[in-house]
């Protein structure tokens, strides 16, 4: 050490007494971090000269090692002239002990005691050891002296607050043998550590409720061996506490709120306070909430009515797990939670609360809690957000040392804050998702219309995501001559809006499929539609497509052809299982999604045999993460492939097979079984265009009817079939053709090379025509005109005989 010792020329010590001494502590930068009361009486300063360099106070050139000792940390001891507060100069005796850290360098802060008269040269009197005994009586941190057996030789009052007991008792004594109940000797192992290797070691630890920096150095013989162990603890509690809090701010911010679910929201509060704040948490909501409403207006002086949305325990069996989640619980009006609840503040509670004990006495299960497992405290929080009281958060307190403060209460007045916004976030969604699935599938199809020409199967499934309920949809249109439109389409986004735009597009193409188009035509025009419904909305109609964009696959199938004609508006291709177990995806020309506009449709016809499976669906089945387009279809193929004779158990395989358990898009799927009309059920005459022709096509249809059994069905039949091929031979064009079809109803079907439609007029008293076409619609159960590629078709369609439509007529 450099200075050690008197200066020349100095004059001996003079007396002094060991209350004179004065400490401080100087940190790494060589500032003042802590100034004693001795300090200010020896040198005149007060404690604003913390935070000031130490060397400032030294009347020395920066040359002298007490310069370098205060502003570095390292380790001196002599004589130094210093400035008193009020000018004159003072000669001292000056000690600086720095700290170090596990390598034995660097350092954090230094203890540095000053002595009235400089230290003297030689051989240390008696009154030179009380003197450096004297700063572990006045340190401000606790400092103790082990011998190499890890025996207490010296040790201030502090270092016995630590561990409970009186610093004098802890003299001759090894630390292990006055750890408090539940200690893990980390001390006792530092100091063993230290004494055997002869290394610094820094390190922090809880000893009772308060965090503790400790250094421990060796004490080495001028030989170098260690003798013993010096230690210094710094009480770092409300630093550490800060820090902890801030760490638990951070860390809510990242794992609270990151689904938009209200009972995983609830988990994740509950999850952040065990172990680590509580013992014990219990989140409860109100039903509502769980519900997306917002909570009713209570009446006052009733139990509150909760739902147990989530707890955690830090010890396993506790009586209080014995309320299972979402079961109600009941909080009379003095408890702590009711009270909480109705004042909307957070509210500590002990056992020195006569609510508390009351309502503890009064449920079984928490006074034995109380009893067993020595519950001592708790807290009720309120779970508030944007005004509203969304459930209470309950902690309990038995193992963790001290009672809840109210530096705890803000904290965790702070965490239930972010998990209530983050609860009401899932609340309103989970509403808006009820409202918009509500508005969907009410929009949807909710059971299958009856038809001829296939047998057919659905799935609806919503999205599980955060995005809400899309726009996906689907439909079975029966059409005239017992064909069928299956379509399946998407609407862009998700939502309300998507929704309601998916309402209007279905509402669409059912009304144009109501006039028989053919499937590119019909796409034509709901494409125009959707162009006109975006500019009307405001909305950019150009691009792919903006808030109204949609795709739509619309197919129609003939029983009696077997033929099937499709188009696509940038929708995927559907998939058939051919009766041979031959799967293919159906190669299509799409053309753009629906709002693009000036693109052309094109159809593509094929033939479907009887009993083939065709599959029609939106992208949310065959596209997810991870997964192209590609693999999606290859997947479909490889998973149509295991025949079934239930399509609900089709739909059910490939729902299971292709999605993940959390859909992130909705899904809309079709399967239909394709039926066939045989010969035995169809009916076909060719006509010459010749008035007298009429007579014959009755009378071929009477006998068709007879060979059917349907010989009741004569008279309206004849009616029918005089008046649409009169028609046909005086507007008409050939070729003209008369067809019968017999199914679930009778059909007679009359069709013309013309385009020209016929359309139903009242005649007036006097005319001598244009009655034809009301009578038909008078007699039949319907009636309408269809355009073909070679001209039209008029077709009339009545119940069977067996029908109680007859026994009305």
Same mark, same amino acid.
């Given at each position: 050490m450099? +200075?050690? %010792?008197?200066a020349?020329?100095?004059?001996?010590?003079a007396?002094?007494? !060991?209350?004179d001494?004065?400490?401080?502590?100087?940190g790494?930068?060589?500032?003042?971090?802590?100034?004693?009361?001795?300090?200010?009486?020896?040198? %005149?300063?007060s404690?604003?000269v913390?935070?000031r360099?130490?060397?400032?106070?030294?009347?020395v050139d920066?040359?002298?090692?007490?310069?370098n000792?205060?502003?570095t940390?390292e380790?001196?001891s002599?004589?130094?002239?210093?400035?008193?507060?009020?000018?004159?100069r003072?000669d001292v005796g000056?000690?600086v002990?720095p700290?170090?850290d596990? $390598?034995?360098k660097?350092?954090?802060?230094?203890v540095?005691t000053?002595?009235?008269?400089p230290?003297g040269?030689?051989?240390?009197?008696?009154?030179d050891?009380a003197?450096w005994e004297?700063?572990?009586?006045?340190?401000?941190v606790?400092?103790a002296?082990?011998?190499?057996?890890l025996?207490c030789? *010296?040790?201030?009052?502090?270092?016995?607050d630590?561990?409970?007991?009186a610093a004098?008792?802890?003299?001759?004594?090894?630390?292990?043998d006055?750890?408090?109940? &539940?200690?893990?000797g980390a001390w006792q192992?530092?100091?063993r550590?230290v004494?055997e290797t &002869?290394s610094?070691?820094?390190?922090?630890?809880y000893? %009772?409720d308060r965090?503790w920096?400790i250094?421990?150095w060796?004490v080495?013989?001028?030989?170098?061996r260690?003798?013993?162990v010096?230690?210094?603890?710094?009480?770092?509690s409300?630093?550490?506490?800060?820090h902890q809090r801030l760490?638990?701010l951070n860390?809510?911010g990242a794992?609270?709120g990151?689904t938009?679910d209200?009972?995983?929201?609830a988990?994740?509060l !509950?999850?952040?306070l065990?172990?680590r704040?509580?013992?014990f948490v219990t989140?409860d909501l @109100?039903?509502?909430v769980?519900a &997306?409403?917002?909570?009713?207006?209570?009446?006052?002086?009733?139990p509150?009515?909760?739902?147990?949305a989530?707890?955690?325990?830090?010890v396993e069996?506790?009586p209080?797990?014995?309320?299972e989640?979402?079961?109600?619980?009941?909080?009379?009006?003095f408890?702590p939670?009711a009270?909480?609840?109705?004042a909307?503040?957070?509210l500590?509670?002990?056992?020195d609360?006569p609510?508390f004990?009351?309502?503890?006495?009064?449920?079984?299960?928490?006074?034995v809690?109380v009893?067993?497992?020595?519950i001592h405290?708790?807290?009720?929080?309120p779970l508030?957000?944007r005004?509203?009281?969304?459930?209470?958060?309950?902690?309990?307190?038995?193992?963790?040392?001290?009672?809840?403060?109210?530096?705890?209460?803000l904290l965790?007045?702070?965490?239930a804050?972010?998990?209530a916004?983050?609860m009401?976030n899932?609340?309103r969604?989970?509403?808006e998702r009820? #409202?918009?699935?509500t508005?969907?599938?009410?929009?949807?199809? $909710?059971?299958?219309?009856? +038809?001829?020409a296939?047998e057919?199967?659905f799935?609806?499934?919503?999205?599980?995501?955060?995005?809400?309920?899309? &726009?996906?949809w689907f439909?079975v249109?029966p059409l005239?001559?017992t064909?069928v439109a299956?379509v399946?389409?998407?609407?862009v986004?998700?939502g309300v809006h998507?929704?309601?735009?998916?309402?209007?597009?279905?509402t669409?193409v059912?009304t144009?499929?109501?006039v028989?188009?053919?499937?590119?035509?019909?796409l #034509?025009?709901v494409?125009?539609l959707?162009?006109?419904l975006s500019?009307?909305d405001?909305l950019d109609?150009?691009g792919l497509?903006?808030e @109204?964009?949609?795709?739509?696959?619309y197919?129609v199938?003939?029983?009696?052809s077997?033929?099937?004609v499709?188009?696509?508006a940038?929708?995927?291709?559907?998939?058939?299982?051919?009766?041979?177990g031959?799967?293919a995806t159906i190669?299509?020309?799409?053309g753009?999604?629906?709002?693009?506009g000036g693109?052309?449709?094109?159809a #593509?016809e094929?033939?479907l045999?009887?009993?083939?499976v065709?599959?029609?669906? #939106?992208?949310?089945?065959?596209h997810a993460p991870?997964?192209d387009?590609d693999t999606?279809?290859?997947?479909?193929?490889?998973?149509?492939?295991?025949?079934?004779p239930?399509?609900?158990?089709?739909? =059910?395989r490939?729902?299971?097979?292709l999605?993940p358990e959390?859909?992130s898009?909705?899904v809309?799927?079709?399967?239909?079984?394709t039926?066939a009309l045989?010969?035995?059920?169809?009916?076909?005459w060719?006509?010459?265009v010749?008035p007298e022709?009429v007579?014959?096509?009755?009378a071929q249809?009477?006998r *068709?009817?007879?060979?059917?059994?349907?010989?009741?069905?004569?008279f309206?039949?004849?009616?029918v079939?005089?008046?649409?091929?009169?028609n046909?031979i005086r507007y008409?064009g050939?070729?003209?053709q008369?067809r019968?079809?017999r199914?679930?109803?009778?059909?007679?079907?009359?069709?013309?090379?013309?385009?020209?439609?016929p359309?139903?007029?009242?005649?007036r008293t006097?005319?001598?025509?244009?009655r034809?076409?009301?009578?038909v619609?008078q007699v039949?159960?319907?009636?309408g005109?269809?355009?073909?590629?070679?001209?039209?078709?008029?077709?009339?369609?009545q119940p069977?005989? =067996?029908?109680s439509?007859?026994?009305?007529?």
């Amino acid at each position: 050490m450099a +200075q050690r %010792g008197s200066a020349a020329g100095e004059s001996p010590a003079a007396p002094w007494s !060991a209350a004179d001494l004065a400490t401080l502590v100087v940190g790494a930068r060589g500032t003042v971090l802590r100034w004693s009361d001795d300090a200010q009486r020896l040198l %005149g300063h007060s404690p604003e000269v913390v935070g000031r360099a130490a060397a400032e106070l030294l009347a020395v050139d920066a040359s002298h090692a007490a310069w370098n000792a205060l502003a570095t940390g390292e380790a001196w001891s002599g004589s130094v002239t210093v400035r008193h507060r009020d000018g004159h100069r003072l000669d001292v005796g000056m000690r600086v002990c720095p700290s170090l850290d596990g $390598q034995g360098k660097g350092h954090e802060w230094s203890v540095v005691t000053v002595s009235p008269h400089p230290s003297g040269s030689g051989t240390e009197s008696g009154s030179d050891r009380a003197m450096w005994e004297q700063p572990f009586a006045q340190a401000s941190v606790a400092l103790a002296m082990f011998d190499a057996e890890l025996r207490c030789q *010296q040790a201030n009052s502090l270092v016995g607050d630590m561990v409970g007991t009186a610093a004098a008792q802890l003299r001759g004594r090894s630390y292990a043998d006055v750890l408090p109940d &539940g200690a893990d000797g980390a001390w006792q192992k530092q100091l063993r550590r230290v004494a055997e290797t &002869g290394s610094p070691a820094h390190y922090e630890d809880y000893v %009772g409720d308060r965090a503790w920096s400790i250094e421990m150095w060796p004490v080495k013989d001028p030989f170098g061996r260690v003798r013993g162990v010096g230690t210094a603890a710094f009480d770092n509690s409300a630093q550490h506490g800060a820090h902890q809090r801030l760490a638990l701010l951070n860390e809510a911010g990242a794992r609270i709120g990151a689904t938009l679910d209200v009972g995983r929201t609830a988990g994740e509060l !509950a999850e952040l306070l065990v172990p680590r704040l509580a013992d014990f948490v219990t989140v409860d909501l @109100f039903g509502s909430v769980l519900a &997306g409403e917002e909570p009713k207006v209570r009446e006052t002086g009733e139990p509150v009515l909760l739902r147990r949305a989530a707890y955690r325990s830090a010890v396993e069996g506790v009586p209080q797990l014995a309320v299972e989640l979402g079961a109600v619980v009941a909080y009379p009006p003095f408890s702590p939670p009711a009270r909480c609840l109705a004042a909307g503040r957070p509210l500590l509670s002990g056992l020195d609360d006569p609510d508390f004990v009351r309502w503890i006495e009064g449920d079984e299960i928490r006074s034995v809690g109380v009893h067993r497992d020595g519950i001592h405290t708790g807290m009720a929080v309120p779970l508030r957000a944007r005004g509203i009281v969304l459930g209470v958060a309950v902690l309990w307190r038995w193992t963790l040392p001290g009672a809840f403060q109210q530096d705890d209460l803000l904290l965790v007045e702070e965490l239930a804050g972010r998990a209530a916004v983050s609860m009401d976030n899932a609340r309103r969604y989970t509403r808006e998702r009820a #409202t918009a699935l509500t508005l969907q599938r009410s929009l949807l199809p $909710q059971e299958l219309p009856q +038809q001829a020409a296939v047998e057919a199967a659905f799935r609806y499934l919503p999205a599980s995501s955060e995005t809400g309920a899309g &726009g996906d949809w689907f439909d079975v249109i029966p059409l005239s001559g017992t064909r069928v439109a299956l379509v399946v389409g998407d609407v862009v986004g998700h939502g309300v809006h998507a929704s309601a735009a998916m309402g209007r597009l279905r509402t669409a193409v059912r009304t144009l499929a109501d006039v028989d188009l053919p499937p590119d035509e019909l796409l #034509t025009h709901v494409d125009d539609l959707v162009t006109h419904l975006s500019g009307a909305d405001g909305l950019d109609p150009a691009g792919l497509p903006g808030e @109204f964009g949609a795709t739509c696959l619309y197919a129609v199938y003939d029983p009696v052809s077997r033929h099937c004609v499709l188009a696509s508006a940038g929708h995927p291709p559907p998939s058939v299982l051919y009766p041979n177990g031959t799967v293919a995806t159906i190669g299509l020309s799409p053309g753009p999604p629906l709002g693009v506009g000036g693109v052309p449709f094109e159809a #593509t016809e094929l033939e479907l045999p009887e009993s083939s499976v065709i599959v029609l669906h #939106t992208d949310g089945l065959i596209h997810a993460p991870g997964r192209d387009l590609d693999t999606g279809f290859a997947r479909l193929r490889d998973s149509l492939a295991t025949v079934s004779p239930s399509l609900e158990d089709t739909c =059910d395989r490939l729902i299971g097979t292709l999605l993940p358990e959390r859909p992130s898009d909705d899904v809309a799927l079709l399967v239909a079984r394709t039926r066939a009309l045989h010969a035995d059920q169809v009916a076909t005459w060719g006509l010459p265009v010749d008035p007298e022709v009429v007579a014959d096509a009755r009378a071929q249809a009477t006998r *068709q009817l007879a060979a059917w059994g349907l010989e009741t069905a004569s008279f309206v039949t004849e009616l029918v079939v005089s008046e649409l091929v009169t028609n046909a031979i005086r507007y008409g064009g050939p070729p003209i053709q008369l067809r019968l079809i017999r199914d679930r109803t009778l059909i007679c079907e009359v069709s013309d090379g013309s385009s020209t439609s016929p359309h139903l007029r009242r005649a007036r008293t006097f005319d001598e025509g244009g009655r034809g076409l009301l009578l038909v619609a008078q007699v039949a159960h319907g009636w309408g005109t269809r355009h073909t590629g070679t001209g039209k078709t008029i077709w009339a369609e009545q119940p069977l005989p =067996d029908d109680s439509w007859w026994a009305d007529l």
